[in-house]
T-cell receptor, first 112, second 114 residues
Framework: SQQGEEDPQALSIQEGENATMNCSYK?????LQWYRQNSGRGLVHLIL?????REKHSGRLRVTLDTSKKSSSLLITASRAADTASYFC????????????FGTGTRLQVFP | EPEVTQTPSHQVTQMGQEVILRCVPI?????FYWYRQILGQKVEFLVS????????KSEIFDDQFSVERPDGSNFTLKIRSTKLEDSAMYFC????????????FGAGSRLTVL
């Protein structure tokens, strides 16, 4: 079954630094999405990258996708304390777009 | 901005009791999901629901679980006889038919089984 695995599991940085999180998956996909979860809350969609795209930007977020390596990265530039959260990648299969499968998540802590 | 609303926010129940978790998806959304997250762990897919029927379910979604959309707006998850291992956050999510499967999640219902 396809499954996203993020690394690192946890990341601590200072405000102003960049944070990079990686996601690997196992099967073919039609898109890959990143979501954010504040502690004890629901997930919020951040950005979607389609399988035919290699890079996408949204504000301070930059996502890359390498389908040959079945991996993606999320870069948050100039991080802020408010970016402290868990970040999950989620993949949608080209065979069944009905569901998203979430990875294990990266817990990001940004210190002021 | 439209929201997915879930109730209750927290429910404590005894093992073996029935629990119903409720969700009000965004009004023009057509695809509905339940996910769960055991504390500190990954977000796991339970079931997807479209056109008033289950479109897919995971291995977790056994005979103890059921979903329904009784009145065209509410979307419920029922656990017939709760077990200790059902303790988790349960998230409802939905998306509209237009565009990609970008999910809007509710804030979750925390279920504690004693």
């Amino acid at each position: 079954s396809q499954q996203g695995e993020e690394d690192p599991q946890a990341l601590s940085i200072q405000e102003g630094e960049n944070a990079t999180m990686n996601c690997s998956y196992k099967t073919s996909i039609n898109n890959l999405q990143w979501y954010r979860q504040n502690s004890g809350r629901g997930l919020v969609h951040l950005i979607l990258i389609r399988s035919n795209e290699r890079e996408k930007h949204s504000g301070r977020l930059r996502v890359t996708l390498d389908t040959s390596k079945k991996s993606s990265s999320l870069l948050i530039t100039a991080s802020r304390a408010a970016d402290t959260a868990s970040y999950f990648c989620a993949t949608g299969s080209p065979y069944n777009t009905d569901k998203l499968i979430f990875g294990t998540g990266t817990r990001l802590q940004v210190f002021p | 901005e439209p929201e997915v609303t879930q109730t209750p926010s927290h429910q404590v129940t005894q093992m073996g009791q029935e629990v119903i978790l409720r969700c009000v998806p965004i009004s023009n959304h057509l695809y509905f999901y339940w996910y769960r997250q055991i504390l500190g762990q990954k977000v796991e897919f339970l079931v997807s629901f479209y056109n008033n029927e289950i479109s897919e379910k995971s291995e977790i979604f056994d005979d103890q679980f059921s979903v329904e959309r009784p009145d065209g707006s509410n979307f419920t998850l029922k656990i017939r006889s709760t077990k200790l291992e059902d303790s988790a956050m349960y998230f409802c999510a939905s998306y509209t038919q237009a565009g990609a499967n970008v999910l809007t999640f509710g804030a979750g219902s925390r279920l504690t089984v004693l």
